[in-house]
Nanobody, 119 residues
Framework: QVRLVESGGGLVQFGGSLRLSCAAP????????MGWYRQAPGKQRELVAA???????DYADSVKGRFTISRDNAKNTVHLQMNSLKPEDTAVYLC?????????????WGQGTQVTVSS
């Protein structure tokens, strides 16, 4: 069973910063697009940011200019640096690994970490 281990969530004030980290097994990490999703109560899960194995990134419009996704290939870890946090960023943040195998893509999830931004 593939296990993604997240860390770094917590409570922060409006305008503050947090850094999330997610460690994945090396054989998965090296060929996966890694992403962070979030889900707030009563809302659908949404993509926050993603980074391909080659380092190409993609961001939700709502976080562009505030969040930065990066990957440390030596440590099989992906990070999400979140700055200028707003109350609307409050959600459970989930790490995702999407791995190709032939023509099939496999998706693995972490357990989620809570981010709460107070106003």
């Amino acid at each position: 069973q593939v296990r993604l281990v997240e860390s770094g969530g917590g409570l922060v004030q409006f305008g503050g910063s947090l850094r999330l980290s997610c460690a994945a097994p090396g054989n998965i990490f090296s060929i996966s697009t890694m992403g962070w999703y979030r889900q707030a109560p009563g809302k659908q899960r949404e993509l926050v940011a993603a980074i391909t194995k080659g380092g190409n990134t993609d961001y939700a419009d709502s976080v562009k200019g505030r969040f930065t996704i990066s990957r440390d290939n030596a440590k099989n870890t992906v990070h999400l640096q979140m700055n200028s946090l707003k109350p609307e960023d409050t959600a459970v943040y989930l790490c995702n690994a999407r791995m190709p195998s032939g023509n099939i893509w496999y998706s693995y999830w972490g357990q989620g970490t809570q981010v709460t931004v107070s106003s």
